[in-house]
């Protein structure tokens, strides 16, 4: 049993290496598996060139050897790596002709060519040492870390492989970083199925092409500069940043960013829905944009529906369990008080304090200046409240406190709920110690 797997760029190739054309098979089953593919690369929105889609259509309409050949030939001069699996199943990477070409901060779809002579059925997975997770990671890991890969098997693909002596699954590979990068890419069939030597694995030089700042204009429902909160999706529903790429002050375990007036985020150039709020009180609102290659500006405007802070009821979270409750197991890591301004900010509580281990009863008072919240926190609905919207509570306990109107109160049981895990606000009055 032979298995050759080629993974193909839906770049313009240079051949650079041919991969072998596979004989004895049959016409039929191979035409219609090529046109769920090409159907899959236009709803990933990568569709292969209009030229090279036509031909394959004509081929798949037609019949016999040459046919079968034909349609091998346009794909495989689109090869990235072709990778052969021997009768034992172990497996062997090959690079092939296309070229390395990412782009930063977004998704490039890849074909993957399997020849199966033992008309196995596993899956087809992809694995590199330059992909993972950036949370939790080990410092020395995250500048490595660059690439996401994964294989695309969704309708109309099938997770597995048909048994076909040869088919086109798909891949998406994600780069964080802008310039040229090294990267190994390796594929296997299963536990074992690696071949020795590290010859399961390419050795790849990327380069990604650098992706547009977006500058936000974020202004409150009075026109002033503010913080808010942002949920970036593309049209395939993919969130941006990845949240397996995101460090602080932006964190993988919730979907949403927040940015103050002034800040920015590096989106690819494609088609945008930015959902965006500050929390419970305010409306959330939705805008449509179109990025291409050059910088642009964004204005937000954010609309506020209920103020009940004009009724003495005040918004916060006095138990915050940041990078959840990483600090359980790693108590000198975490999430810090400096990270998580912006997150209080971006929903508006007028108390947040972040837990961290160390003696109770010592207050970190984080006092931030800048257009986005002056010191003093004036217009927050807290008059003169300075600590708390930055307040972190070392130890696992405390009650916070703030000045009000001249005045020294006690907030009890705000929270945003159970260990920081949703955006729902708990309300309080303020009452007066």
Same mark, same amino acid.
């Given at each position: 049993?032979?298995?050759?797997? +080629?993974?193909?760029?839906?770049?313009?190739?240079?051949?650079?290496?041919?991969?072998?054309?596979?004989?004895?098979?049959?016409?039929?089953?191979?035409?219609?598996?090529?046109?769920?593919?090409?159907?899959?690369?236009?709803?990933?929105?990568?569709?292969?060139?209009? @030229?090279?889609? +036509?031909?394959?259509?004509?081929?798949?309409?037609?019949?016999? *050897?040459?046919?079968?050949?034909?349609?091998?030939?346009?794909?495989?001069?689109?090869?990235?790596?072709?990778?052969?699996?021997?009768?034992?199943?172990?497996?062997?990477?090959?690079?092939?002709?296309?070229?390395?070409?990412?782009?930063?901060?977004?998704?490039?779809?890849?074909?993957?060519?399997?020849?199966?002579?033992?008309?196995?059925?596993? $899956?087809? @997975?992809?694995?590199?040492?330059?992909?993972?997770?950036?949370?939790?990671?080990?410092?020395?890991?995250?500048?490595?870390?660059?690439?996401? $890969?994964?294989?695309?098997?969704?309708?109309?693909?099938?997770?597995?492989?048909?048994?076909?002596? $040869?088919?086109?699954?798909?891949?998406?590979?994600?780069?964080?970083?802008?310039?040229?990068?090294?990267?190994?890419?390796?594929?296997?069939?299963?536990?074992?199925?690696?071949?020795?030597?590290?010859?399961?694995?390419?050795?790849?030089?990327?380069?990604?092409?650098?992706?547009?700042?977006? *500058?936000?204009?974020?202004?409150?429902?009075?026109?002033?500069?503010?913080?808010? +909160?942002?949920?970036?999706?593309?049209?395939?529903?993919? $969130?941006?940043?990845?949240? @397996?790429?995101?460090?602080?002050?932006?964190?993988?375990?919730?979907?949403?960013?927040?940015?103050?007036?002034?800040?920015?985020?590096?989106?690819?150039?494609?088609?945008?829905?930015?959902?965006?709020?500050?929390?419970?009180?305010?409306?959330?609102?939705?805008?449509?944009?179109?990025?291409?290659?050059?910088?642009?500006?964004?204005?937000?405007?954010?609309?506020?529906?209920?103020?009940?802070?004009?009724?003495?009821?005040? *918004?916060?979270?006095?138990?915050?369990?940041?990078?959840?409750?990483?600090?359980?197991?790693?108590?000198?890591?975490?999430?810090?008080?400096?990270?998580?301004?912006?997150?209080?900010?971006?929903?508006?509580?007028?108390?947040?304090?972040?837990?961290?281990?160390?003696?109770?009863?010592?207050?970190?008072?984080?006092?931030?200046?800048?257009?986005?919240?002056? @010191?003093?926190?004036?217009?927050?609905?807290?008059?003169?409240?300075? +600590?708390?919207?930055?307040?972190?509570?070392?130890?696992?306990?405390?009650?916070?406190?703030?000045?009000?109107?001249?005045?020294?109160?006690?907030?009890?049981?705000?929270?945003?709920?159970?260990?920081?895990?949703?955006?729902?606000?708990?309300?309080?009055?303020?009452?007066?110690?």
């Amino acid at each position: 049993m032979r298995i050759a797997i +080629a993974l193909l760029g839906l770049s313009t190739a240079l051949f650079a290496q041919e991969l072998p054309i596979v004989t004895g098979v049959e016409h039929q089953p191979l035409a219609a598996q090529v046109l769920r593919v090409i159907e899959a690369l236009q709803f990933l929105g990568e569709p292969l060139p209009g @030229a090279d889609a +036509a031909e394959l259509r004509r081929l798949a309409e037609g019949s016999g *050897s040459a046919a079968v050949a034909g349609m091998q030939k346009i794909l495989d001069r689109h090869c990235l790596v072709g990778v052969q699996i021997n009768p034992e199943s172990r497996v062997k990477v090959l690079e092939g002709p296309a070229k390395a070409e990412l782009v930063e901060q977004g998704w490039r779809t890849f074909l993957v060519k399997v020849q199966n002579e033992a008309g196995i059925t596993p $899956v087809l @997975a992809v694995e590199s040492p330059n992909a993972g997770m950036l949370h939790g990671a080990d410092p020395g890991a995250v500048a490595r870390r660059f690439l996401d $890969v994964q294989m695309f098997d969704k309708q109309p693909m099938r997770p597995r492989l048909s048994g076909l002596e $040869v088919e086109y699954r798909i891949l998406q590979i994600f780069s964080k970083t802008a310039g040229k990068r090294e990267a190994r890419l390796g594929f296997n069939v299963g536990q074992g199925t690696q071949d020795l030597g590290f010859r399961n694995e390419a050795v790849l030089l990327f380069n990604t092409r650098p992706a547009a700042k977006v *500058s936000f204009r974020v202004l409150d429902f009075d026109d002033r500069p503010t913080t808010g +909160a942002f949920l970036i999706k593309d049209a395939k529903g993919r $969130v941006y940043p990845s949240q @397996a790429k995101r460090l602080a002050p932006d964190f993988a375990f919730h979907p949403q960013i927040y940015r103050a007036n002034g800040e920015n985020v590096l989106l690819p150039p494609g088609e945008y829905t930015i959902e965006y709020t500050r929390g419970p009180e305010y409306r959330k609102k939705v805008q449509r944009v179109s990025v291409k290659e050059q910088p642009m500006d964004l204005t937000f405007r954010l609309e506020r529906w209920i103020d009940p802070a004009k009724q003495g009821w005040y *918004s916060g979270d006095h138990h915050i369990h940041a990078a959840g409750c990483a600090h359980y197991e790693k108590p000198t890591e975490g999430v810090y008080p400096k990270d998580m301004m912006r997150h209080i900010l971006g929903e508006d509580l007028k108390v947040g304090s972040v837990l961290s281990w160390g003696r109770g009863g010592v207050r970190l008072s984080v006092q931030p200046h800048g257009p986005h919240l002056p @010191a003093g926190a004036e217009g927050t609905g807290l008059p003169g409240l300075q +600590a708390h919207r930055g307040l972190a509570q070392l130890g696992h306990s405390g009650v916070p406190l703030g000045e009000v109107a001249g005045r020294r109160h006690r907030f009890c049981a705000l929270r945003v709920g159970p260990h920081g895990e949703d955006r729902s606000t708990a309300y309080r009055r303020a009452a007066a110690v």
